[in-house]
């Protein structure tokens, strides 16, 4: 069996691995390349393999870097089965149908500028027409059952990472791998922690490294931080929250809900300012199967996890213009979670420049993002083409990070035996480094950390 590495070897993004065996050739993950230098990356892939040569798609989750390219590869010809858990199909539908509008929109208003200077159309990467054949191929099942093509078996497994994310242990040509997926910070809300390995002596164990170099503040302290910045914003202004429509802002939903309902702090409104979070945190309610026994308790007591009094659901544009002259106290979560589009922009841009305003960030900020200037306390930034003074209060709250950190990721590869390979993907090459001899030190003797494009025999 031979594994190519397409995408996510010595970098956070873009997933996707090329199973070969001897009559079946597959991907776990199909995603997409994102940030500087992702367009010739993408091109790249579809040069080295044919989709319309690939038998299947296996799918971890519904992230764009692990399932953004799957629209691509079926307008290039891919007409296979698309395997997942069924949480991961009703969220990946959504998560690319508003990446397609996202990029028609783009394409539409660069074609514009085209026709004015004599140069042709631009078009999108993929289209929401795209996407619609795509989740007409999906095949879904449960965590544990197990699923056969030809000569392959392999099960998804609870990662705990978000809604329906899963790792999988592939048996094939009497060699078993496991790929991790993202694997999930423990003791978070709402879902599940990872399941353990079931499989313990694989040929080959394929784990991410995201925070291979460092470990979490615990979720309760980041909740104590949550509660002291709004109480004390709440006596003064306005608290935005730019937030990821997935995992992260029902994460925040179901925090204020109890702090609410414990009175800790005080009943204001709170605006959810996404349409994509909110499509999406309807998705939440019917996979109980993937909710820990906390959350499927207060559903028995008839308690909706991710809704309370005071929740307010903005899905039209003048609805959301409106939060832009609010002059009492609230909350506001809109996305991008780094601030580089959606609507969190014009509530920054109206909000930020006064004093009694604090802005949270609750998730990692890449260099080069909006997100990342305010973060670093840049004074002036260029929001749509106006320089905007940044008077509010800002602060970082570390613990609501969907990833396992370092000693989370060590201790689920401790059950691991010390002959299997370990082969590190999906970090930053200097974590990566870190977390090689982290794993090293618990002797492990066979840790592989692969290039871009490189092929492994296992």
């Not at 989709?51 to 390219?69: K, R």
């Not at 509008?101 to 159309?121: C, D, V």
């Not at 004390?232 to 702090?259: M, N």
């Amino acid at each position: 069996m031979k594994i190519k590495f397409l995408g996510a070897a010595k970098e956070v993004t873009g997933s996707m691995y090329l199973v070969e065996t001897e009559d079946t050739r597959f991907l776990v993950d199909c995603g997409i390349f994102q940030g500087k230098g992702s367009y010739e990356k993408n091109e790249k892939r579809l040069d080295e393999i044919t989709p319309g040569n690939i038998d299947f798609i296996i799918l971890t989750h519904a992230h764009l870097d692990h399932s953004g390219m799957i629209p691509v590869f079926v307008k290039n010809g891919f007409k296979g089965k698309i395997f997942s858990t069924h949480a991961t199909r009703g969220i990946a539908g959504l998560m690319l149908l508003d990446a397609a509008e996202i990029q028609e929109e783009e394409a539409e208003r660069i074609t514009r500028k085209n026709i004015r200077k004599g140069l042709p159309p631009e078009e999108p990467l993929f289209t929401k027409e795209d996407v619609i054949l795509a989740i007409k191929n999906f095949e879904t099942f449960d965590y544990g059952e197990e699923i056969k093509f030809r000569n392959v078996k392999f099960k998804f497994f609870d990662a705990g990472h978000i809604l329906g994310s899963a790792f999988v242990e592939i048996e094939a040509e009497n060699k078993r791998i496991t790929f991790s997926g993202d694997l999930g910070n423990l003791n978070k809300p709402v879902i599940r922690d990872p399941d353990s390995p079931l499989t313990k002596s694989p040929d080959a164990l394929i784990i991410e490294s995201t925070y291979g170099n460092r470990n979490h503040k615990p979720f309760k302290e980041s909740v104590q931080e949550i509660k002291e910045i709004i109480n004390s914003t709440c006596k003064r202004g306005v608290v935005l929250i730019p937030s990821f429509a997935l995992e992260r802002t029902q994460d925040l939903l179901y925090v204020l809900r109890e702090l609410q309902e414990k009175e800790e702090i005080k009943k204001i409104p709170v605006f959810l300012d996404s349409p994509l979070a909110i499509s999406i945190t309807k998705v939440f309610k019917p996979h109980i199967e993937c909710f820990d026994e906390q959350t499927k308790e207060l559903i028995k007591q008839g308690i909706d996890p991710l809704n309370f009094p005071g929740l307010h659901f903005v899905r039209k544009v003048t609805e959301s213009r409106k939060l832009n002259n609010l002059k009492r106290e609230a909350i506001i979560i809109a996305g991008s979670g780094m601030c580089e589009g959606g609507r969190i922009q014009h509530h920054i841009k109206h909000h930020a420049w006064k004093d009694t305003t604090s802005i949270i960030f609750v998730g990692y900020q890449a260099e080069g993002t909006l997100g990342r200037e305010i973060v670093d306390g840049k004074k002036y930034v260029n929001i749509m083409g106006d320089e905007i003074k940044i008077n509010a209060s800002i602060y970082t709250v570390n613990g609501f990070s969907s990833h396992a950190d370092k000693d989370e990721l060590l201790n689920w590869i401790s059950v691991i035996d010390k002959n299997s390979k370990i082969i590190l993907t999906h970090g930053e090459e200097k974590v990566m480094e870190k977390f090689q001899q982290e794993i090293s030190n618990k002797d492990f003797r066979k840790i592989y950390v692969p290039a871009f494009l490189e092929k492994i025999l296992i």
